[in-house]
């Protein structure tokens, strides 16, 4: 069985793997100047600094499409997503919508979205607790985190 904890770039968390298990980012877009940018770890952080600097007008970011978890849930058998606080995003909200129709076509699949009511270095507490909670389950069933 494949898992995978999905986060939103709100957790800050850019790795392949959170304790051995497999993880996606999925990026939040983050608006200057009417220029979009994708906060994902190829983000221009110099050029997008330096726009930030020049900027007269309020900035803003937009959640992740549905499209965007949608594609994210490929191939896992399990996913646990955990947002940013649905209070500062709709992030929640659209991985929620993502879930349900990924499960119209795949029912099979388990999809867990979790509001975390946080932000940043806490969600990404979480996603490592999670990690941890999968491998001690994975660990009592046999095999190995990529394929429990």
Known sequence: MIVKIITDSGANSFEPLIGGVPHRSVPLTLIVNGQSWSDDPQLDLANFQQALKNTKTATSSACPSVGAWLQSFAGADQV???????????????????????????????????????????VRLLASQLAILINHQQSRCGGSPMDY
């Open 80 to 122: 646990y997503v955990l947002t940013i606080t649905s209070a500062l995003s709709g992030s929640y909200n659209s991985a929620v919508q993502a879930a349900k129709l990924y499960l119209a076509d795949h029912p099979e699949t388990k999809i867990h979205v979790f509001d975390t009511k946080s932000a940043g270095p806490q």
